[in-house]
């Protein structure tokens, strides 16, 4: 696992344990070099957003247990992938994002300051 640090470059807080999120379902977005989706980015997810993805070729909101996945609704908070963020950012659907959740390799794929423009937890 890599080091928990995030966005900011402080310690990564928990993303969400209801439903229990992350790639090491965990409530953290840790990652790894086995995190092939990069299941970096901490974002409260809209209606909006589910059905976007769900457009896209990700449903969200069908419960899949054999993956430990129960299904989001509305307001639901989740480690999403950076990239999926980021394209739901482009067609104006991405959801807001808590930054002190979200793991510093989400940079890899999406700059800090388009991240901030969503942020939920700054001031």
């Known amino acids: 696992m890599d080091k928990p ?3 900011l470059g402080e310690t990564l807080e928990s993303c969400c344990e209801n439903p229990l999120t992350g790639f090491f379902r965990d409530g953290c977005c840790n990652t790894s070099d086995d995190d092939f989706g990069s299941h970096t980015v901490c974002v409260q997810v809209t209606g909006e957003f589910l059905e ?3 457009f896209r070729g990700n449903d969200l909101t069908t419960s899949k247990p054999e993956f430990g996945f129960p299904g989001l609704k509305p307001g639901d908070c989740w480690c999403l992938c950076a990239a999926r ?26 700059p800090l300051e388009i991240l901030k423009e969503y942020a939920a937890d700054l001031n």
């Open 5 to 7: 640090i995030n966005v």
């Open 85 to 110: 963020w980021l394209e739901a950012q482009q067609h104006g659907m991405a959801p807001r994002v808590m930054l002190r959740g979200s793991h510093i390799r989400a940079l890899e794929i999406v």
């Open 52 to 54: 976007f993805s769900r």
